[in-house]
């Protein structure tokens, strides 16, 4: 079993840069691929970005693409969002989500999420 912990979230100006973490507990996190999602109020859940277990292969949501950077370390068990040039319609509860599979498709455990919010 896999226990992930955001942390990272805040208020922010839009323009501004934030740095997303998540801590896993369990040995499956470095076999793991890793996304982030978000999801606004009134809006469904999106996908952000996600990476595969050594980091090979990499995914953006158009959205955020060129603005945010996804990374992991596994000896520290973390993956990391960087999102800069943040805009308002960032706002979201920002949720971290490992895929025991490694597919990057189907995302077994969730985290409680962040809130992330941008003033304009």
């Known amino acids: 079993q896999v226990q992930l912990v955001e942390s990272g979230g805040g208020l922010v100006q839009a323009g501004g840069s934030l740095r997303l973490a998540c801590a896993a507990s369990?040995?499956?996190?470095?076999?793991?691929?890793m996304g982030w999602f978000r999801q606004a109020p009134g809006k469904e859940r999106e996908i952000v970005a996600a990476?595969?277990?050594?980091?090979?292969?990499?995914y953006y949501a158009d959205s955020v693409k060129g603005r945010c950077t996804i990374s992991r370390d596994n000896a520290k068990n973390t993956v990391y969002l960087q999102m800069n040039s943040l805009k308002p319609e960032d706002t979201a509860v920002y949720y971290c989500?490992?895929?025991?599979?490694?597919?990057?498709?189907?995302?077994?455990?969730w985290g409680q999420g962040t809130q992330v919010t941008v003033s304009s």
């Open positions: 369990g040995r499956t996190f470095s076999s793991s691929g």
């Open positions: 989500a490992a895929d025991t599979r490694n597919q990057l498709i189907k995302y077994d455990y």
């Open positions: 990476i595969s277990r050594t980091g090979g292969r990499i």
